[in-house]
């Protein structure tokens, strides 16, 4: 015998098929239900051809993008100071691709029934293979309704706002095919509570909505700061105003716009995000001065939905992985998707993660028939209400997808470490829990009709006597006011599960719907895979579980 032979030791079996290559669309039988559902089945071809995609070569490219970070330049070799950012290709590649097939567009230059479904389902399986790319797609997607409040601005700007070219080329608006748009709004002392920003924007000549002013100050915390203009929040005579300050000025010069360094973050690592100084940076105001915040809420509002989208999209792809791993991974002899414990955590999980898509989705609805308002109405409460209780699950729940596949969840080989790291910038991003749960509490107190809207949609329980009485009680927690802000996070929780449990039964899939009921409004274990007993927890499995084709 060769030593080489004696150094062999040992064979290597069970091991799981490799998943790559599959479409991501096609093995996500919830998400073509409830695409169709709300009227977005116009677009399942194009669905498809993304799924394939973000399945195949965009998940090799959010690997290369999160394993080769940004990487900053203030100045080039001769000392003159650049302030660029470089990414490697393969975070262009996911851009390139996001922006072709109409992410951060689509319902704005094609408007039609389901769009914002659509453009959600969309949305749903790019952040699936790479979730850092959604950030300078969500703001240019968020920024249309926002620029549109300031007609010449927008005039100017949205041609290629909407374009479906991406233009990475650092050079003037004029010269680019199309164009990316970022956010820049806290600052140091105030992070949230942006009133107490410090920034100074002063008139160039006449002042007023559509002029031109200088900005002086800094911001905390400015999201991809190679796209191309930002909208920003700065204070005038009148007040803080909303503007929209581009990299470069209209002569061709660069802004005085000046990148201080990145941020080193828990994850999100192929997106870059920076702290950044205005030195009489040129800026633009856009909606009426001194009321800053409102127009720029137009913009927040759709990144909150953004956040539930990409909150979503890391539950449904930690639960593939999770799912797939179990229905080939062996142990103890026996198939472990077929084990009565991890049956009901791998079920649990399916829960979760189609109950998180549905509200996602009847969000998409409801901005897609914003001129109802019921629905308008609906879409201010649930923004708030999906973005706390969605973002706030991710986290726990990619966690226990991850220990499902053992140790193997737990190193970079996997995508799950990185879909763990990225959970939390969603439930911090744009308001983290607390303020999302006092804007709850805003909306149903100061804006008519909305508390009467949110038990519109719920109605009667839809002739589950658990349901109702779930509703009941929520109706009787909104009625004590003397306490409300203290239990401002238990009551979104009571309306997050309330709106999930009725769209689940809604739908007709009794099996979903009874166990979702059954363990989030009956009673619930502190962790996943405490379902009750008589679960079908074969039938769940199998609407979650990729058959690969």
Not at 6 to 12: F, L, Q, R
Not at 147 to 164: F, G, M, N, Y
Not at 425 to 437: D, F, I, L, P, R
Request: glycine share 10%.
């Amino acid at each position: 015998m060769s030593l080489h032979a004696s150094a062999e030791t040992h064979e290597v079996f069970n091991q799981v098929p490799p998943l790559e290559g599959a479409n991501l669309y096609r093995v996500d039988l919830p998400l073509q239900e409830w695409v169709r559902r709300y009227q977005g089945g116009w677009a399942e071809e194009r669905l498809e051809t993304y799924g394939a995609l973000a399945g195949g070569p965009l998940m090799v490219a959010g690997f290369l993008a999160n394993e080769n970070k940004p990487v900053f330049k203030s100045h080039d070799r001769y000392g003159h100071r650049i302030d660029l950012v470089e990414f490697h290709p393969a975070y262009h590649e996911l851009m390139g691709a996001a922006i072709a097939h109409g992410i951060p567009t689509s319902p704005w230059t094609a408007p039609r029934a389901g769009a914002h479904v659509a453009r959600a389902g969309m949305s749903y399986l790019h952040s699936q293979a790479e979730a850092g790319s959604g950030c300078p797609l969500t703001m240019t997607f968020a920024s249309v309704p926002a620029l549109r409040l300031q007609p010449e601005v927008a005039d100017q700007w949205l041609p290629k706002i909407l374009s479906t070219e991406y233009d990475p080329r650092n050079l003037p608006m004029e010269q680019k095919t199309g164009l990316t748009i970022g956010m820049a709004m806290t600052e140091k002392q105030g992070g949230t509570d942006v009133r107490a920003n410090t920034t100074r924007a002063h008139p160039v000549g006449i002042p007023g909505p559509g002029q031109a002013y200088e900005l002086v100050g800094h911001k905390w915390f400015c999201s991809a700061p190679m796209c191309d203009a930002f909208l920003t929040l700065a204070y005038t005579d009148k007040g803080l105003s909303c503007f929209l300050l581009p990299r470069h000025r209209p002569d061709g010069r660069r802004n005085e716009f000046y990148i201080q360094r990145l941020k080193n973050k828990l994850g999100n690592w192929s997106n870059a995000s920076s702290e950044v100084e205005y030195r009489g940076a040129l800026a633009w105001m856009v909606g009426e001065e001194g009321r800053g915040v409102p127009t720029i809420i137009e913009m927040v509002a759709l990144t909150r939905f953004d956040c539930m989208i990409g909150s979503s999209a890391l539950m449904r792809q930690a639960l593939t992985q999770a799912a797939h791993h179990c229905a080939h991974r062996k142990v103890g002899g026996r198939v472990l998707a077929e084990q009565p414990l991890m049956q009901n955590v791998l079920a649990d999980l399916a829960l979760e993660s189609e109950a998180a898509l549905a509200l996602t989705l009847r969000m998409g609805r409801a901005l897609d028939n914003a001129h109802d308002e019921q629905e308008d109405r609906f879409a201010r409460l649930v923004t708030a209400v999906g973005k706390y209780w969605i973002c706030k699950r991710a986290p726990a729940m990619i966690n226990e997808a991850a220990e499902c596949l053992g140790g193997a969840g737990y190193v970079e080989d996997s995508i799950l470490p990185r879909l763990y790291r990225e959970a939390p910038v969603n439930s911090t991003w744009e308001g983290s829990g607390n303020v999302q749960c006092l804007d709850v509490l805003r909306a149903l107190s100061k804006e008519p009709g909305v508390l009467d809207a949110l038990f519109a949609e719920l109605g009667d329980g839809h002739g589950d006597a658990r349901l109702a009485g779930f509703i009941g009680k929520l109706k009787q927690g909104f009625a004590d006011t003397g306490d409300i802000q203290y239990r401002a996070r238990q009551l979104t929780e009571d309306v997050a599960v309330a709106l999930q449990a009725k769209l689940l039964l809604e739908a007709g899939n009794a099996t979903v719907s009874d166990v979702f009921i059954a363990s989030r409004l009956e009673g619930h274990g502190r962790v996943y895979g405490t379902l009750p007993r008589g679960v079908d927890v074969e039938a769940l499995l199998a609407r979650s579980t990729p058959h690969l084709v």
